[in-house]
């Protein structure tokens, strides 16, 4: 099935509506993540094999000592900044 779709605006970035009939087909609902890939001159979209989700307890267990931060120094307040 091919059906034409206007781009547009999203925040800072483009997007499309996907028709029902075929969001339907694949059983897409509005949460559910989609792989987006360049193919030639084709975009390539397809449901994920596993939808991710994210909770803090575990974004923060993934820190290490390896792979921390250092603080940034950005100097002196400017404005009414309570530091």
Not at 23 to 30: H, P, Q, V, Y
Not at 31 to 54: C, D, F, H, M, W
Not at 60 to 68: A, C, K, R, V, Y
Request: net charge negative.
């Amino acid at each position: 099935m091919e059906t034409m779709v206007k781009i547009q605006k999203m925040g800072n970035d483009l997007g499309i509506n996907i028709p029902s009939v075929v969001a339907n087909g694949f059983s897409l609902r509005e949460g559910l993540y989609v792989n987006v890939q360049k193919n030639g001159n084709r975009i390539i979209i397809e449901p994920a094999k596993t939808n991710v989700s994210y909770n803090l307890t575990d974004m923060l267990s993934g820190i290490t000592e390896n792979n921390i931060h250092q603080c940034i120094e950005t100097g002196t307040p400017k404005g009414n900044e309570i530091w």
